[in-house]
């Protein structure tokens, strides 16, 4: 192949390029969801997907009504996060605050509490939750399990072992750090199989996909030039949510944006085939839309992206292997919050690469098999 002949190839590649872009940005409905969905799946997971249980608001049954467990009571009203709606005088009342929603936990403090208390005896303090939301009440009865252990060195003395902790990458535990950094992964993956799928779906349904094939362009060259776009694409929505991340919900980033942009660009790009693969046997958009969906879900829930993937069973966790989202997502949280080079998540890029090394000839494939 001559230099004249390399440089009309990829002459033709950026013409096809502009085309595609020009098409994107042109389309009412797709400028729509180029910029707006991003944004406000931005801000929706940083306020609304939100571990950190801000208010518990709770009742209490105090059958003592000594100094020690007004002293205890006293304690939890102290705490930030906790909100007594109610005192309730007898266990019956307990179901009809936990089943109206009013409280998400009771706090029943028995009759002989300061007795066993003044005796040197174990007192049971009991803590009635709504197991309803089972994440939510661990989380209650944990704050609580802290406090009364507050209290009891406080009652008692210092002295004796101390707990002093930190966490790292994430002093205050806020699940926005890890879901928000998250999301350009997600959200940039999610534009390209849709792009991506959807472009020469497009094609076909407006009747132009025959006038394509008519042109000097190969197959190659239409394969190419249908993937930059929704990778462009996928970039700067990526950048949106940095943005986001970094300058509303001011989440300190620890390593380098070229880093992020190097990890997704590639990601984007090994994941194209999936994209272009569904976009090769799908006849019309509708297609697209549904194959998208049932392959989208259950990667985003094997991607550790919301639960880590050690918690799953040992079947599900063999499958995250094919989920380049997993990978991505793992990269770029460590660049994020870690601080941590392309060579430290060199090991999150082999996977990537692997499976685009097979989704990008089977595309190929399908590619040509349809248009022959």
Not at 200 to 222: C, Y
Not at 254 to 262: D, E, F, K, Q, Y
């Amino acid at each position: 192949m001559s230099w004249s002949d390399i440089r009309l190839f990829f002459q033709q590649l950026f013409f096809l390029c502009q085309k595609e872009l020009i098409a994107l940005v042109k389309d009412p409905r797709l400028k729509f969801m180029l910029v707006v969905p991003p944004i406000m799946q931005g801000f929706l997971f940083g306020y609304a997907a939100n571990y950190n249980l801000e208010e518990v608001p709770y009742a209490v049954i105090d059958e003592s009504h000594g100094a020690l467990a007004h002293d205890l009571i006293a304690h939890i009203d102290a705490a930030p996060a906790f909100d007594r709606v109610a005192t309730l005088t007898n266990a019956n009342e307990i179901a009809d605050q936990i089943d109206s929603g009013n409280v998400i936990c009771v706090v029943v403090i028995p009759q002989d509490f300061d007795r066993l208390i003044e005796r040197g005896g174990q007192a049971p303090v009991q803590v009635i939750a709504d197991g309803r939301n089972s994440s939510i009440a661990g989380l209650a009865t944990g704050y609580i399990s802290q406090i009364v252990a507050t209290w009891n060195a406080e009652r008692i003395g210092t002295g004796g072992i101390t707990i002093q902790s930190r966490t790292w990458y994430d002093p205050n535990q806020e699940t926005q750090w890890n879901f928000v950094p998250s999301l350009m992964a997600m959200i940039s993956f999610t534009q390209v199989m849709l792009l991506a799928g959807m472009s020469i779906a497009k094609e076909r349904e407006q009747g132009t996909f025959d006038q394509l094939l008519v042109t000097p362009l190969g197959p190659s060259q239409i394969l190419i030039g249908k993937a930059v776009p929704p990778v462009l694409v996928g970039l700067f929505q990526a950048l949106a949510i940095f943005c986001i991340a970094r300058f509303w919900f001011e989440i300190p980033c620890a390593g380098s944006l070229l880093a992020i942009v190097a990890t997704l660009v590639f990601f984007m790009v090994s994941s194209t085939g999936l994209g272009l693969s569904i976009s090769a046997i799908s006849e019309n958009m509708q297609q697209v839309l549904i194959y998208v969906l049932v392959l989208m879900i259950p990667m985003a829930l094997l991607s550790g992206m919301a639960t880590p993937v050690a918690n799953m069973p040992e079947v599900l966790q063999l499958f995250t292997y094919i989920d380049p989202m997993r990978f991505a997502i793992d990269a770029v949280r460590r660049i994020y919050l870690e601080g941590a080079t392309l060579f430290d998540v060199r090991w999150d890029f082999l996977p990537m690469f692997c499976i685009g090394a097979v989704t990008m000839p089977t595309a190929g494939y399908l590619f040509r098999h349809k248009t022959t």
